[in-house]
């Protein structure tokens, strides 16, 4: 595997990087205008590639996450609960409930342009077009690329600058709502319009399932939930660079 350099060089090919590749290419190949965010080896270096000028190119950073989940690493257990998050350094707020509460329309109605969604569901849909969240079955492989893609958003909150960050989370339980919120810092909003109103909108859109989602929720609310550290896992490194377990 090629060795990435590291100190003071490192930082000066980044930044001479950045200039070479103000936009993001994957958003340039359907005519969309995005600055780059990070700069992503085209072949991963994991993968055999090489840490040169012509193997690498820049990239947003929800095209990057994208990236990043399909490259090879979808077979490993991905994180639900990555305990190597760092705190947030923009404003952000944790929005959690169960299924049909409304969290992503309330989310879409407070966020503005620039801010960072980071939504499970969407970047399913995103790495699976045309996927429908509680209408199609749900294969290992998409939830663990999806959950890959999400936790590198996630580890990029530390190093933002702009805008806000929402971050939609089913978290039953108060303690994994007070877990996230230590890992991130930010505020939590707790969505729940109450049982009745979820099933009749899970029933509305035509996503029985979804009815289904709201009983396993409130179950999971009432049961006893503990971090990760104290669970037994396995811990590993993805060929991503990501840190991954079983949980």
């Avoid at 760092?86 to 929005?95: F, L």
């Amino acid at each position: 595997m090629a060795e990435r350099l590291r100190g003071r060089a490192a930082v000066e090919q980044r930044e001479r990087r950045l200039r070479q590749h103000p936009l993001c290419a994957h958003c340039a190949k359907v005519d969309k205008i995005t600055v780059t965010a990070e700069i992503d080896h085209i072949t991963p270096l994991a993968f055999g590639g090489t840490d040169t000028d012509d193997n690498v190119q820049g990239l947003c950073l929800p095209c990057h996450a994208a990236k990043t989940a399909t490259e090879g690493a979808n077979k490993q257990a991905a994180a639900n609960h990555p305990d190597w998050i760092r705190p947030s350094a923009i404003p952000t707020t944790i929005v959690a409930g169960p299924p049909c509460s409304g969290k992503t329309t309330y989310v879409s109605k407070h966020s503005r342009p620039g801010d960072t969604v980071i939504d499970l569901d969407s970047i399913m849909m995103k790495l699976q077009p045309g996927y429908r969240h509680w209408s199609d079955g749900l294969h290992q492989s998409l939830l663990n690329s999806a959950i890959r893609a999400r936790n590198a958003m996630l580890g990029n909150l530390c190093r933002e600058t702009k805008g806000q960050a929402w971050f939609i989370v089913s978290a039953p339980s108060e303690a994994e709502r007070r877990w996230w919120q230590t890992k991130l810092g930010g505020e939590v909003l707790l969505l729940h319009p109450g049982v009745d109103e979820c099933k009749r909108r899970a029933a509305a859109r035509g996503t029985p399932r979804a009815v289904a989602g709201v009983d396993a929720w409130e179950k999971s609310a009432l049961a006893p939930w503990r971090p990760p550290a104290s669970r037994a896992v396995r811990a590993a490194v993805g060929l991503d660079g990501w840190p991954v377990d079983a949980s």
